[in-house]
């Protein structure tokens, strides 16, 4: 089983939950993008999808703008063998457009519901995502929707160095995972049988 992580602008700093993830646990890797600096959605689109195909039935783990290019993802390859996805503080393109040259390019946000399972984690305080808006976002994608609290941005900046909170939520995510394909090899068998 293979964790994809995918940061957002910047990439994710060494004392980033994500970069913490990608040290410590087994079978964690990271998308890397060619500019974390320079975000535009068709190339970093590009660089998600290959890592994918590499990976198939990968967990993708996004943060901030991370988490909006797994969504467009979804929405342009939907038959992406992907196992699951934990979508922490979506950033909202269109909130941040003006300000940061490449942001536009991830607007307008994917409305349709995310093939695989997800979890989408927003903060009451982050400046980057309103919660209301992340809440009706997570509806649009059909994931489950969790409240952080005052998480701000969900990074070292507010205070959320390991993130063990999220570690969990990656267990319920994985259990989530392995129950629907074993109740599909279970499907197949049945079928199977019948057959003979």
């Given at each position: 089983?293979?964790?994809?992580?995918?940061?957002?602008?910047?990439?994710?700093?060494?004392?980033?939950?994500?970069?913490?993830?990608?040290?410590?646990?087994?079978?964690?890797?990271?998308?890397?993008?060619?500019?974390?600096?320079?975000?535009?959605?068709?190339?970093?689109?590009?660089?998600?999808?290959?890592?994918?195909?590499?990976?198939?039935?990968?967990?993708?783990?996004?943060?901030?703008?991370?988490?909006?290019l797994?969504?467009?993802?979804?929405?342009?390859?939907?038959d992406?063998?992907?196992?699951?996805a934990l979508?922490?503080?979506?950033?909202?393109?269109?909130l941040?457009?003006?300000?940061?040259?490449?942001?536009?390019?991830?607007g307008?946000?994917?409305?349709?519901?995310?093939?695989?399972?997800?979890?989408?984690?927003?903060?009451?305080?982050?400046?980057?995502?309103?919660?209301?808006?992340?809440?009706?976002?997570?509806?649009m994608?059909?994931?489950?929707?969790?409240?952080?609290?005052?998480?701000g941005?969900?990074?070292?900046?507010?205070?959320?160095?390991?993130?063990?909170?999220?570690?969990?939520?990656?267990?319920?995510?994985?259990?989530?995972?392995?129950?629907?394909?074993?109740?599909a090899?279970?499907?197949?068998?049945?079928?199977?049988?019948?057959?003979?």
């Amino acid at each position: 089983m293979t964790v994809l992580i995918v940061p957002g602008l910047y990439g994710s700093e060494p004392a980033h939950w994500q970069s913490r993830w990608e040290s410590e646990i087994d079978g964690v890797e990271r998308v890397e993008q060619d500019d974390w600096d320079a975000p535009e959605l068709e190339a970093w689109l590009s660089t998600l999808r290959r890592h994918v195909e590499r990976r198939p039935g990968a967990v993708l783990v996004g943060h901030s703008l991370g988490s909006t290019l797994i969504a467009h993802l979804a929405d342009r390859y939907p038959d992406l063998d992907i196992g699951g996805a934990l979508l922490a503080a979506p950033a909202d393109p269109e909130l941040r457009a003006s300000r940061i040259r490449g942001i536009a390019s991830f607007g307008p946000v994917p409305d349709k519901p995310l093939p695989f399972p997800a979890i989408v984690v927003a903060s009451r305080t982050d400046p980057y995502m309103n919660i209301e808006r992340a809440r009706v976002i997570a509806n649009m994608w059909d994931a489950a929707f969790v409240e952080a609290g005052d998480a701000g941005h969900i990074n070292v900046a507010s205070g959320h160095g390991g993130w063990p909170a999220g570690l969990r939520l990656l267990d319920q995510l994985l259990a989530r995972r392995d129950r629907a394909a074993a109740s599909a090899l279970w499907i197949r068998h049945a079928a199977s049988l019948s057959a003979n």
